[in-house]
Each structure stands twice: as structure tokens, then as C-alpha cells.
């Protein structure tokens, strides 16, 4: 087609209908699939845009997984069950379909308990999910520091974290003591600087020793900044965590911390690029060892 017909193919285009974008399903053909669904059509429905993701389909969803299996259901059932409204999005259903059972000892149990734990945990029910974890271990919490509840989420360290947000601080703080590694020490010194300023100072103490034992020299300025943090809001003038923290950010030419030490204000012109010599990407092996 010439130039000539320029005119014409531009009119066509603009008297041609819209693109149309998908649309969703029409309200008669979603009560009727929302009634011949099974438990898993409903799952994935709740998530699919053209069926439940939208207004208040979710909610109808949600609605017909309560009343789809009846109670008295299979133990998978129930797991499925519970898992579906989890992916829909409603914790608390989830919670009200597992109380239709209650296992003895045993897998089933373990397997039940820790759905309990994660539909609790989904819904910020914290008295609840600490409630399943150590009935998950039968109170035994040590057990609790290598059990992986999913993505790399430790047991122990969860239930600390609801503890807390319990305000059971001390609690919080005694649990992560039952398998202490540098990080929880330090989160432990922050939950209990509050209350024993001093404790919570020898905490970090010992966290900066596990961390110069493993040469986590990144871990020690965090360590220090937080001693640091702590000491200023207790009142005192951080004077040694100060000194110690200019000195290894000196050992490891960490600039930034040492300009944000000095309060300057030249900061964000003067951080390094990290490919540049001593920025983070050009990083060797030194053979003097730093010390916090």
C-alpha cells in the first residue's frame, strides 16, 4: 500500500472496536461453577482473575470451601481443606476447619499442628501459634532450633518472634537463650534492654565474640551500631562502642559508617562505588585479621 492510502488505513484503524480485555466470568456462570467446583477448582479459582480474584467472589469462595466437606472429614481432607482457605486468603476459616479434628500422637499430629502454627501465624494470632509450637514439641523448645517450618523459617526463632509480639519480652529473649548464635543474642539484647540494661550490654558482648571467632566482621559493625544504639538510650555516652566501632570501620575502610559516625553531611556524595578500590566488590583476603 503507497502513501497515498495513508489517510484511508489510519481512518480504518480508528473506526476499528477496541481491543477487548479479558473479561470476567458473568455472575449465572459463576454460581453455577461455584456449586460444581471441587475443593481444588475452588483453590485455584480463588486466585485466577477472571473467576475469584475480584470483588467479592473471594468471599463466596471462602464461603462455599467452609460448607463443600462437612464435618465428619477424612485427615486429608481436612489438611486440603485448610490449606485451600489459606491460599484464599482467610486465615481464620482455615483455623475453624482444623478444630473439626483433633489427632492423637503421632505424623498426623505434627502435620496438624504445624498447619495450626501457619494459620495462626497467617492471621497475627500470636497466643495461638507459640500455642502450637510447643505442642508441636511437647514443650521440649530445644527441639525447636533446627526445625525448618518452610523457607528457611527456624521453629525457635518464631516462637520468640510471638512471644514478643505478646510483650512477653522476657520470654521472648529466654527462648532464643536456649540455642544462642550471635543474631539471637542480639535480638535478645534488644528485647531485654528495657529491663536490665547491663544484661542486655554482656549479651552483645558475647555476640561480638562469636562473631570475631567466625571473622563476620559485617555482623560486628551491626553488633556495635546496636550496643551503641542501645547504650545511648539507657543514658550512657556510648563512648566505648563508639570507639571500637571508628576503629574496625577504619580496619575495613567501611567509609560510610565512619562518615555516619562523624555526622557528615557529605554522605550520600561521598559513598564509594563498590567496584572501586575498597568498596565491598573489590574485597581480598587480608591477612591482618580485624578486631571489634
Not at 479459582?45 to 466437606?69: F, K, N, T, Y
Not at 510447643?134 to 532450633?145: E, H, K, Q, S, T
Not at 521472648?172 to 536490665?196: F, S
Request: net charge negative; with cysteine.
Amino acid at each position: 500500500m503507497g502513501i497515498q492510502h495513508l489517510p484511508m488505513l489510519l481512518s480504518l484503524l480508528a473506526a476499528a472496536p477496541p481491543l477487548s480485555k479479558p473479561q470476567s466470568l458473568a455472575e449465572q456462570r459463576f454460581q453455577q461453577w461455584l456449586l460444581e467446583s471441587d475443593l481444588q477448582q475452588l483453590e485455584l479459582g480463588c486466585g485466577d482473575p477472571l473467576i475469584g480474584a475480584s470483588g467479592g467472589r473471594q468471599q463466596e469462595i471462602r464461603d462455599r470451601l467452609l460448607v463443600l466437606h462437612p464435618a465428619p472429614q477424612s485427615f486429608e481432607l481436612v489438611l486440603a481443606n485448610a490449606n485451600a482457605l489459606l491460599t484464599c486468603g482467610s486465615p481464620d476459616s482455615a483455623a475453624r476447619v482444623l478444630n473439626r479434628i483433633s489427632p492423637a500422637v503421632g505424623e498426623e499430629r505434627r502435620l496438624w499442628l504445624r498447619l495450626r502454627w501457619k494459620a495462626a501465624a497467617a492471621g497475627l494470632n500470636h497466643r495461638e501459634a507459640a500455642l502450637a509450637l510447643r505442642r508441636l514439641v511437647n514443650g521440649d523448645l530445644i527441639a525447636l532450633a533446627d526445625l525448618d517450618l518452610g523457607d528457611g523459617r527456624l521453629a525457635l526463632d518464631q516462637l520468640a518472634s510471638h512471644e514478643a509480639a505478646l510483650g512477653r519480652l522476657e520470654e521472648a529473649a529466654a527462648v532464643l537463650l536456649l540455642a544462642p548464635n550471635a543474631q539471637r543474642l542480639a535480638q535478645a539484647a534488644e528485647w531485654l534492654a528495657v529491663l536490665d540494661a547491663e544484661g542486655a550490654d554482656q549479651l552483645l558482648e558475647q555476640a561480638l565474640d562469636q562473631a570475631a571467632a567466625a571473622q563476620a566482621w559485617g555482623l560486628a559493625v551491626e553488633l556495635l551500631e546496636l550496643q551503641l544504639k542501645l547504650q545511648l538510650a539507657a543514658g550512657g555516652d556510648g563512648a566505648r562502642p563508639r570507639q571500637r566501632l571508628q576503629r574496625l570501620a577504619a580496619q575495613l575502610d567501611d567509609r560510610y559508617t565512619l562518615l555516619r559516625l562523624e555526622g557528615g553531611d557529605a554522605l550520600d556524595r561521598q559513598l564509594r562505588s563498590p567496584r572501586q578500590p575498597g568498596g565491598h566488590a573489590a574485597v581480598r583476603e587480608s591477612p591482618d585479621s580485624p578486631s571489634p
